[in-house]
């Protein structure tokens, strides 16, 4: 079984940034892309930023500039640095995980979310 845990959801002011991570842990193998989604309440979850294990990203038209992913694969860890944060970034973030098991088997991940509020 594997497990991620998101950190660093806060409530900021807008201009303001804050870093989230996501950490993979239990029975892993091997990391493929690791990914930032969002959703706002009303709204469809949103893919915000991707990771691939050799490091190429890619992101939504309307954080490109603001946000950086990132990931440390001896950590199993992916982080989002969010700057220039707007009140339209307000949601819960999630990340996910494609995790090639110990035993062999692949599989996508998700974590339960952190909460990232930007006042005006």
């Known amino acids: 079984q594997v497990q991620l845990v998101e950190s660093g959801g806060d409530l900021v002011q807008a201009g303001g940034s804050l870093r989230l991570s996501c950490a993979a842990s239990?029975?892993?193998?091997?990391?493929?892309?690791m990914s930032w989604y969002r959703q706002s309440p009303g709204k469809q979850r949103e893919l915000v930023a991707t990771?691939?294990?050799?490091?190429?990203?890619n992101y939504v038209d309307s954080v490109k500039g603001r946000f950086t992913i990132s990931r440390d694969n001896a950590k199993n860890t992916v982080y989002l640095q969010m700057n220039s944060l707007r009140p339209e970034d307000t949601a819960v973030y999630y990340c996910?995980?494609?995790?090639?098991?110990?035993?062999?088997?692949?599989?996508?991940?998700w974590g339960q979310g952190t909460q990232v509020t930007v006042s005006s």
């Open positions: 239990g029975s892993i193998f091997s990391i493929n892309a």
């Open positions: 996910n995980a494609n995790v090639v098991s110990v035993s062999g088997t692949w599989r996508l991940y």
């Open positions: 990771s691939t294990r050799g490091g190429t990203t």
